[in-house]
């Protein structure tokens, strides 16, 4: 039949004269062109209609809530690496206390009872830390693996404008399954025994053993530590700047001190001993020696209010510092902060810093700003005490934000 039709065009069209042919060829053309054309616009309003536009924003926004779940996922595995970060200094310290305890039950072999209660402390505090290494090795590269992924989504979603509907659910799927086998819930800290090494007594003193051997070696030292930790809870002090180590029970004894905790020589600082000097009621502590601090250390610090308007707290041996140890410094209720021993600062340090509610802060050891400091310091409310090429640097900032 299509044969026939084609053949029967065929022979009408060799009757027509060329121009005939030529006009039939145009309309037929033009007609073809004006259907394309309606087909296209329709299918052009289709896409671009409201309603598809509204759907589409709705995905969107549905993506994006789960989106904000991913993060929050996230910003809970860095929390609870922090909490458990504070709990590991926390065991540690006490850890050391137990071990110097069951070291003087040792040498005075006086009570085997409280030796053997104390070695089931050791045993306990000891099994607690093993199953807190544990738990922060499970969530070493979690909060990165997070954020890798959580790009990867955003990302996506960025695209989908140029994408399909079936994109749509394959992505809300992806997303919907990562929340369902990653959600985290911290729980109290658990000993699972299969999971670590529970010591035995004997385990613990030979490691006792082992510490009293390399003590031994550095024998003057702590001797003269010693003598001088002993003579503070006789309530002499004229020796306690002499100090490189101060154990939490010097410090309680060092209460007793006025105006000023003098410890400029103090190297080592256990976050139980900074706690014990957080009731102290005298205007100065000076531990311009400390290389470094802890989380729970720079806590403690942190807490210590003093007994007067112009308390000082001077951490001056300190040449740099973690964004982490600068949120618990800026929360110090001293008048005073002097870290002058800090040469740089980074943008997010300088940040916690500067929302100090203390009325001075010293940083006349600064070289450098990284990027972004420098607006942090310029937004300080108290009196900043820097060196004059910094001074000038912050100045500037100041100027330019009039």
């Excluded at 024998?219 to 154990?247: G, H, M, P, V």
Aim: with cysteine.
């Amino acid at each position: 039949m299509f044969q026939n039709l084609c053949t029967g065009i065929y022979i009408k069209m060799q009757n027509m004269s060329k121009n005939e042919v030529f006009y039939r060829f145009c309309k037929i053309f033009a007609i073809l062109l004006c259907l394309s054309s309606i087909i296209a616009t329709g299918i052009y309003f289709h896409r671009k209609s409201p309603s598809n536009d509204n759907s589409n924003k709705a995905r969107i926004e549905e993506l994006k809530a789960k989106l904000t779940k991913i993060k929050n996922l996230r910003e809970k595995l860095s929390g609870e690496q922090e909490q458990l970060g504070e709990k590991k200094e926390d065991f540690i310290d006490k850890i050391d206390e137990i071990k110097e305890e069951i070291k003087e039950e040792l040498n005075a072999a006086k009570n085997p009872k409280r030796l053997d209660n104390r070695f089931d402390n050791l045993q306990e505090y000891d099994a607690f830390l093993q199953e807190i290494d544990r738990r922060l090795k499970e969530l070493e590269h979690l909060p990165d693996n997070f954020l890798s992924i959580e790009r990867h989504f955003d990302a996506n979603i960025e695209m989908l404008g140029l994408k399909s509907e079936a994109d749509f659910d394959k992505l809300k799927n992806q997303m919907t399954k990562f929340i369902s086998e990653n959600s985290y819930n911290p729980n109290k800290i658990m000993i699972d025994k299969t999971k670590i090494h529970f010591k035995s007594k004997e385990e613990l003193l030979k490691e006792i053993e082992l510490s009293r051997k390399k003590q031994r070696k550095g024998y003057s030292n702590y001797t003269k530590n010693k003598q001088i930790w002993d003579e503070t809870c006789q309530a002499i002090f004229f020796r306690t700047s002499q100090l490189t180590e101060l154990s939490p029970k010097a410090a309680k004894c060092s209460l007793r001190i006025k105006d000023t905790l003098d410890f400029r020589k103090v190297t080592k600082l256990r976050p139980l001993a900074a706690k014990a000097l957080i009731e102290w009621d005298g205007d100065e502590i000076n531990f311009d020696s400390l290389k470094s601090i802890s989380r729970s250390t720079a806590r403690y610090l942190a807490q210590w209010k003093g007994g007067s308007k112009r308390t000082r707290l001077k951490l001056n041996g300190l040449t740099s510092i973690t964004p982490q140890i600068a949120q618990y410094l800026a929360k110090s209720k001293a008048a005073h902060l002097e870290l002058n021993g800090l040469k740089s600062l980074s943008r997010d340090a300088a940040k916690y810093l500067s929302q100090g509610a203390y009325h001075h802060l010293s940083l006349e050891g600064l070289k450098s700003l990284k990027s972004g400091a420098g607006v942090y310091l310029a937004n300080y409310k108290g009196t900043l005490y820097v060196s004059y090429k910094i001074e000038q640097r912050i100045y500037g900032i100041k100027y330019l934000n009039k």
